[in-house]
């Protein structure tokens, strides 16, 4: 959510303030993680965001375009046990 009002430029006259939509977009995020041994454990993780035209006025760029990404970690906690990461802490 846009903390001010985002003047809607396309629809806004001079002493006229339109405001766009206050939502920037959701986003949508998988996590893997998989332990391989104490201390020691792999984390994966997908992101897709679907941006709203409030965005795109902020940021730049295209709000319909596709919008994704992937990463691939290795953690490494030497001592530790527990493997503590993400939503497992």
């Not at 405001?19 to 893997?32: H, I, R, V, W, Y």
């Amino acid at each position: 959510m846009a903390a001010e009002d985002v003047q809607d430029l396309e629809n806004s006259t001079p002493g006229n303030f339109v405001s766009m939509k206050a939502a920037l977009g959701q986003e949508l995020d998988f996590t893997l993680t998989c332990k391989i041994f104490d201390g020691v454990g792999i984390q994966a993780g997908y992101s897709h965001i679907f941006g709203t035209k409030t965005l795109q006025t902020l940021k730049g760029g295209d709000a319909d375009a596709v919008s994704n990404w992937f990463y691939l970690m290795v953690l490494f906690r030497p001592g530790a046990a527990a493997l503590k990461t993400g939503l497992f802490q």
